[in-house]
């Protein structure tokens, strides 16, 4: 195998920020940020939706408000008659 062709493997911690659990993990991902974990030197990515939070895997239902958008868009493109 070649190295110089291949990205490097980092210890990579991803860090949910509506719940603030923390996935340690390895990565190909670099950050800017690093912490020590359990003795150990972690890259931090900070993530705004992950399997914690992500309403596919919570049940939680999120509304979206779709009042009034079909009643705009026949509106908008009502033929008018004569």
Do not use: W
Not at 16 to 38: C, H, N, P
Request: overall charge positive.
């Amino acid at each position: 195998m070649k190295s110089e062709i291949h990205p490097t493997l980092n210890k990579v911690c991803f860090l949910d920020v509506a719940t603030g659990r923390r996935f340690l993990t390895k990565s190909t991902m670099r950050s800017a940020r690093k912490e020590q974990i359990d003795g150990e030197e972690y890259f931090i990515v900070v993530r705004d939706v992950t399997m914690d939070s992500h309403p596919a895997y919570t049940g939680e239902k999120r509304l979206v408000d779709t009042a009034g958008r079909v009643e705009k868009f026949t509106n908008k493109f009502k033929r008018v008659r004569r």
